[in-house]
C-alpha cells in the first residue's frame, strides 16, 4: 500500500506519507480547550479532534467540484442479491470481482472522489493480487468505509428501527485508518408510514451523532446518512415536514457531542413524494423542496452534501441532483450513489471477463453524467432505457 499511497499524496493536499500511515503529524486541534467562567461555578469544556486539520482536508478533498462518492459498501448479503440478478452465486471469489470491476475503470478518479468499502473490500485484493485501497489511492479516490452494523427492531416504536454499531466502534475506526480508510459512513433510516415516531428520530439523530463524534477522534471525516425511506403514499410536503424534523434533531445532537461541522459529510435523501404517491414530482420540484430544506437546516460550515438515489432509478437521480445545481447554494451539492451507479454497469458485465471493458465504459458513463449534474451541465441526452427503469423495492433491506 505504501508506494500506492505516496503517489497520491504527493499530488494531493490531503496528507504526505508518514501522516497517511501513522496519522501523527496532523495531531493539532483547531481549538484544544475552551472554558468559560459565568458567575456560577459550571466549566464547559469542547474538545476538537487531534485529527482536526486533516478531517478538514480530506472532506474538501471528496467534496472537489465535479466530483461525487461511489458507494460501494454493500454488505456480503446485499452484494449476493446484486450477483444473484445476473446468475452468480454469492461467493468471496465473486465479490472480488464485481469490486475489482468497479475500483478499476480507467479513469474513475476523474469523476469519483470517494469510494465507500464494506470491510471485506477495504481488506481485500484485487483479482490482480493489488490491495483495493491502492487501486483506488492510484485513481486519487479517497478510500472509505461503512462502519454502521445494521437495522434491528426499535423497541417502543411504530414498528420502526434504529442503527447498531456503536459498541467497538472506536477501536474498530482506529483500525480503519491504519487500513487506509479516511472516511466512514452510518446509514440509519426513518420512515414516514410508519410515524415516524419521536424516538425513532431522536434514536436516529443521537446514534448518528455518536458515530460522527467517535470518527472524527479517529481521523475519519463521518458521513452523516439519516435517510428518508421512499417507501409510502405521502406526498412530497409530507417528505419535507419530516425531513426538517429529522435534520433539526440530528445537528442538535451533533452540537451536543462537539462534532466539527466543516469535517464532516451529509448524505440525505432527496426530498421525493413516496414511491407509490399518484402525484409525481418534477426534477425541479424535488430541486425547490430540497434546497429549501437545506437552507433552513444544514449550516453553511457543512463542506458537501452527497445525496442518495435511494431507489431512483438512473437517470431520474442524475436530473434531480443536476437541478440542484442550477440555484447558488454555499455547498458542494453532489452525489454518493450504490444502484445509480452500477446498475447497467452490473447487467453489462453479468460476470463475464469479456465484457470488463464495455462493463467498464457503462460505469464511467454514469459516474461521468453525475459529474455534469454537479456542475449543473447534465442534459440526458442519449440515455439508454436501461438507465431510465426506477428500482424502488418496497421494504429494501440493505
Known amino acids: 500500500m505504501a508506494s500506492a499511497s505516496a503517489t497520491l499524496l504527493k499530488s494531493s493536499p490531503i496528507l504526505d506519507k508518514s501522516e497517511w500511515i501513522k496519522g501523527q503529524n496532523l495531531r493539532q486541534p483547531l481549538v484544544s480547550f475552551v472554558r468559560c467562567h459565568p458567575t456560577s461555578p459550571s466549566v464547559f469544556t469542547v474538545r476538537a479532534s487531534s485529527y482536526a486539520d486533516e478531517l478538514v482536508q480530506t472532506a474538501k478533498t471528496i467534496a472537489s467540484p465535479g466530483r461525487g462518492i461511489l458507494a460501494m459498501d454493500e454488505s456480503n448479503a446485499t452484494c449476493g442479491k446484486r450477483l444473484a440478478s445476473i446468475g452468480l452465486e454469492n461467493t468471496e471469489a465473486n465479490r472480488q470481482a464485481y469490486r475489482t470491476l468497479l475500483v478499476s475503470a480507467p479513469g474513475l478518479g476523474e469523476y469519483i472522489s470517494g469510494a465507500i468499502l464494506f470491510e471485506e473490500t477495504l481488506y481485500q485484493s484485487t483479482t490482480d493480487g493489488k490491495k483495493m485501497v491502492d487501486v483506488l489511492v492510484e485513481q486519487k479516490i479517497v478510500p472509505g468505509i461503512k462502519v454502521d452494523k445494521g437495522l434491528?427492531?426499535?423497541?417502543?416504536?411504530?414498528?420502526?428501527?434504529?442503527?447498531?454499531?456503536?459498541?467497538?466502534?472506536?477501536?474498530?475506526?482506529?483500525?480503519?485508518?491504519?487500513?487506509?480508510?479516511?472516511?466512514?459512513?452510518?446509514?440509519?433510516?426513518?420512515s414516514i408510514p410508519n410515524g415516524p415516531s419521536a424516538l425513532a428520530v431522536k434514536e436516529a439523530a443521537w446514534g448518528l451523532a455518536r458515530y460522527a463524534a467517535i470518527s472524527?477522534?479517529?481521523?475519519?471525516?463521518?458521513?452523516?446518512?439519516?435517510?428518508?425511506?421512499?417507501?409510502?403514499?405521502?406526498?412530497?410536503?409530507?417528505?419535507?415536514?419530516?425531513a426538517q424534523k429529522v435534520w433539526a434533531e440530528v445537528f442538535f445532537y451533533l452540537a451536543e457531542?462537539?462534532?466539527?461541522?466543516?469535517?464532516?459529510?451529509?448524505?440525505?435523501?432527496?426530498?421525493?413524494?413516496?414511491?407509490e404517491c399518484k402525484d409525481k414530482a418534477t426534477p425541479q420540484q424535488v430541486a425547490d423542496y430540497t434546497l429549501k430544506l437545506l437552507h433552513r437546516r444544514i449550516p453553511p460550515a457543512v463542506p458537501g452534501i452527497?445525496?442518495?438515489?435511494?431507489?431512483?432509478?438512473?437517470?431520474?437521480?442524475?436530473?434531480?441532483l443536476n437541478a440542484m445545481n442550477?440555484?447558488?447554494?454555499?455547498?458542494?451539492v453532489s452525489f454518493s450513489y450504490a444502484r445509480a451507479l452500477q446498475n447497467t454497469c452490473l447487467k453489462t458485465?453479468?460476470?463475464?471477463?469479456?465484457?470488463?471493458?464495455a462493463a467498464h465504459e457503462v460505469l464511467l458513463v454514469r459516474a461521468k453524467a453525475n459529474s455534469?449534474?454537479?456542475?449543473?451541465?447534465y442534459t440526458g441526452e442519449g440515455e439508454s432505457e436501461e438507465a431510465k427503469k426506477g428500482m424502488f423495492v418496497k421494504g429494501y433491506v440493505y
Open 257 to 275: 457531542n462537539n462534532v466539527m461541522f466543516e469535517g464532516i459529510l451529509l448524505k440525505p435523501s432527496m426530498v421525493t413524494p413516496g414511491a
Open 372 to 377: 455534469f449534474a454537479q456542475l449543473g451541465k
Open 216 to 242: 472524527q477522534d479517529s481521523g475519519l471525516v463521518p458521513i452523516v446518512e439519516p435517510e428518508i425511506l421512499l417507501d409510502g403514499e405521502h406526498g412530497i410536503d409530507s417528505t419535507f415536514e419530516v
Open 306 to 320: 452527497m445525496f442518495l438515489s435511494g431507489g431512483q432509478s438512473e437517470v431520474e437521480a442524475t436530473l434531480n
Open 349 to 357: 458485465w453479468g460476470g463475464r471477463p469479456e465484457n470488463v471493458k
Open 152 to 190: 434491528v427492531p426499535l423497541p417502543g416504536s411504530n414498528n420502526e428501527s434504529w442503527c447498531q454499531g456503536l459498541d467497538g466502534l472506536s477501536s474498530r475506526t482506529a483500525a480503519y485508518y491504519q487500513q487506509g480508510a479516511r472516511f466512514a459512513k452510518w446509514r440509519t433510516v426513518v
Open 326 to 332: 442550477q440555484s447558488p447554494h454555499p455547498w458542494h
